[in-house]
């Protein structure tokens, strides 16, 4: 018999296992949002330059890139 002790240990322990599913969610929302982040690996990268490093890696030539840039107003 609990004499009336019984639901303060229940009440710690629905806190405690809310609190362990909140830490889950976060969890995977950020894990979430750091895959999705760096999938592309492009991201912060102006037209401009994908442009120059499409031609640093010898992607395009020097006649393609100059029009590309005339393009872009670059």
């Known amino acids: 018999m609990m004499y009336g002790w019984g639901y303060g240990?229940?009440?710690?322990?629905?806190?405690?296992?809310?609190?362990?599913?909140l830490l889950i969610?976060?969890?995977?929302?950020?894990?979430?949002r750091?895959?999705?982040?760096?999938?592309?690996?492009?991201?912060?990268?102006?037209?401009f330059d994908i442009?120059?490093?499409?031609?640093?890696?010898g992607e395009i030539d020097k006649r393609e890139f100059e029009e590309k840039k005339k393009d872009l107003g670059a």
């Not at 750091?34 to 037209?47: R, Y």
């Open 34 to 47: 750091h895959l999705g982040n760096g999938s592309t690996g492009s991201q912060g990268e102006t037209p």
């Open 51 to 57: 442009l120059k490093r499409r031609y640093a890696n």
């Open 9 to 21: 240990y229940e009440l710690g322990s629905f806190l405690f296992m809310a609190l362990l599913m």
């Open 25 to 32: 969610v976060v969890g995977v929302v950020a894990m979430l």
